[in-house]
C-alpha cells in the first residue's frame, strides 16, 4: 500500500497562474481533506470531502476548488495563484476502522512569486 | 470555537532527558485527541490517539500521552529522549464529521 499520495512535491507560480494539486489514497477511505500548513500555525482546514460526490468548506478555503474525482482520488485547484497561497499543503484521508484517525501523504511545498 | 493550545513552540531537551509537550483544548464534549509528529521535510504520522477507557495512553516510539478532563489537557510524554525524536509536534481534537483541529505545533531540538 502506498497510503497517501501527492503530486508534485514541490511548485513554483507565478501570481496568476493556476495549478492542481493531486491526490489519491489506496486505503478505500471514504474522507479525504486538504490542509495548508504555514509557520507557527499548525494545519488549517481547506476543503473536506465526507464521502465520493460531497465537498465542504473548511476553515480557509477562499482562493481554492476542489474536486473528488472519485473514492481515490481528491484534488485541490488554485485558479489564480497569489503570494499568500505560498505554503505546503497537505492532502489526508479518514474512515477506516477508526474513522477519526487521519492519514497524511507527503506534502506539496508551492512558493508564489 | 472549539481551539487547541499548544504553550511551549520550542523545546530543547538534552538526549536522554525526559520530555513532556503541553496541550490543552477547548470542547464542549470528551473529544477524541491526537498526537502527530513531523520530521522535516515530511508529512505526520500518527504517535498516539485517545477515544476513551484509560487515560494513559501508550503510542509508538515510547511515547505516552494522559488525558486530564479536569484540565482539559492531554500532555504527551517520553522518559528519555533520543536525538532522532527532534521533529515538530502537533496536538490535534477531533470534531464531528471526522474534522481535526490542530494546535499550532511545538518545535523539540534535541542536545547531544
Known amino acids: 500500500n502506498a497510503g497517501v499520495t501527492q503530486t508534485p512535491k514541490f511548485q513554483v507560480l507565478k501570481t496568476g497562474q493556476s495549478m492542481t494539486l493531486q491526490c489519491a489514497q489506496d486505503m478505500n477511505h471514504n474522507s479525504m481533506y486538504w490542509y495548508r500548513q504555514d509557520p507557527g500555525m499548525g494545519l488549517r482546514l481547506i476543503y473536506y470531502?465526507?464521502?465520493?460526490?460531497?465537498?465542504d468548506k473548511g476553515e480557509v478555503p477562499n482562493g481554492y476548488n476542489v474536486s473528488r474525482l472519485n473514492k481515490r482520488e481528491f484534488s485541490l485547484r488554485l485558479e489564480s495563484a497569489a503570494p499568500s497561497q505560498t505554503s505546503v499543503y497537505f492532502c489526508a484521508s479518514s474512515g477506516g476502522r477508526v474513522s477519526y484517525e487521519q492519514y497524511f501523504g507527503p506534502g506539496t511545498r508551492l512558493t508564489v512569486t | 470555537a472549539q481551539s487547541v493550545t499548544q504553550p511551549d513552540i520550542h523545546i530543547t531537551v538534552s538526549e536522554g532527558a525526559s520530555l513532556e509537550l503541553r496541550c490543552n483544548y477547548s470542547y464542549g464534549a470528551t473529544p477524541y485527541l491526537f498526537w502527530y509528529v513531523q520530521s522535516p521535510g515530511q508529512g505526520l504520522q500518527l504517535l498516539l490517539k485517545?477515544?476513551?477507557?484509560?487515560?494513559l495512553v501508550q503510542g509508538i516510539k515510547g511515547f505516552e500521552a494522559e488525558f486530564k478532563r479536569s484540565q482539559s489537557s492531554f500532555n504527551l510524554r517520553k522518559p528519555s529522549v533520543h536525538w532522532s525524536d527532534a521533529a515538530e509536534y502537533f496536538c490535534a481534537v477531533a470534531l464531528h464529521g471526522n474534522k481535526l483541529v490542530f494546535g499550532a505545533g511545538t518545535i523539540l531540538r534535541v542536545k547531544s
Open positions: 485517545y477515544f476513551s477507557g484509560d487515560t
Open positions: 470531502s465526507a464521502s465520493e460526490g460531497t465537498t
